[in-house]
């Protein structure tokens, strides 16, 4: 016959477990959710920006100039979707901003454009941006343009680490964790 002390005991070891099970639930549907949505926003970015026509003249470095010697319209047309498509990723007051990465990835308008959020998160000690956009427009009408979509996810309620005496902590759990689409290799839609 089981005492009352037992129960309790058993009650005090089983309920924490559950909990840590049922949150790991929680989460993982969360992660997979934002995982799935990334993905979505790629692929709709790689689409709207197979569908602009670009000039040789768009050799512009600001992503605002809607002149005829303006920016990618492939690459702007990515980022407006991206734009559009935030508050899925609970990012309603994100801004996006191009990030010139030189001569060394092609001359424009057939060059590689990076497009980060101006906010950025803490991850390992350095700033990073929470939303990375890719495109790779460097030769569209041989190889198609490719998009990538990379958003940098902060777990909600676990990020476990084991402390080790004299080194740095094991990491079970990581609190951030970068969540990026395939590459979508788009044709151009003329």
Same mark, same amino acid.
């Given at each position: 016959?089981?005492?009352?002390?037992?129960?309790?005991?058993?009650?005090?070891?089983?309920?924490?477990?559950?909990?840590?099970?049922?949150?790991?639930?929680?989460?993982?549907?969360?992660?997979?959710?934002? /995982?799935?949505?990334?993905?979505?926003?790629? #692929?709709?970015?790689? %689409?709207?920006?197979? &569908?602009?026509?670009?000039? $040789? #003249?768009?050799?512009?470095?600001?992503?605002?100039?809607?002149?005829?010697?303006?920016?990618?319209?492939?690459?702007?047309?990515? &980022? $407006?979707?991206?734009?559009?498509?935030?508050?899925?990723?609970?990012?309603?007051?994100? #801004?996006?901003?191009?990030?010139?990465?030189?001569?060394?990835?092609?001359? &424009?308008?057939?060059?590689?454009?990076?497009?980060?959020?101006?906010? #950025?998160?803490?991850?390992?000690? /350095?700033?990073?941006?929470? *939303?990375?956009? /890719?495109?790779?427009? &460097?030769? +569209?009408?041989?190889?198609?343009?490719?998009?990538?979509?990379? =958003?940098?996810?902060?777990?909600?309620?676990?990020?476990?680490?084991?402390?080790?005496?004299?080194?740095?902590? %094991?990491?079970? *759990? +990581?609190?951030?964790? +970068?969540?990026?689409?395939?590459?979508?290799?788009?044709?151009?839609? =003329?």
């Amino acid at each position: 016959m089981k005492r009352p002390a037992q129960n309790l005991i058993e009650f005090v070891f089983i309920i924490p477990l559950l909990i840590v099970i049922l949150f790991g639930i929680l989460e993982f549907a969360i992660f997979y959710r934002n /995982v799935s949505v990334v993905e979505d926003i790629a #692929t709709e970015a790689a %689409v709207a920006a197979s &569908r602009k026509l670009v000039l $040789d #003249t768009m050799t512009s470095n600001n992503i605002a100039d809607t002149s005829n010697a303006g920016f990618n319209k492939a690459a702007k047309a990515a &980022r $407006d979707v991206v734009m559009m498509k935030r508050g899925k990723l609970g990012l309603s007051n994100l #801004t996006l901003a191009y990030n010139d990465l030189g001569a060394g990835f092609g001359a &424009r308008p057939y060059a590689l454009y990076e497009i980060v959020s101006t906010q #950025t998160r803490l991850v390992d000690g /350095v700033a990073t941006p929470i *939303i990375t956009l /890719v495109v790779d427009y &460097r030769a +569209p009408n041989e190889d198609g343009m490719m998009v990538q979509l990379t =958003y940098q996810y902060q777990t909600l309620l676990l990020g476990i680490q084991l402390p080790v005496f004299g080194s740095t902590p %094991v990491v079970l *759990i +990581p609190r951030d964790i +970068p969540i990026s689409s395939t590459r979508i290799k788009q044709y151009l839609i =003329y």
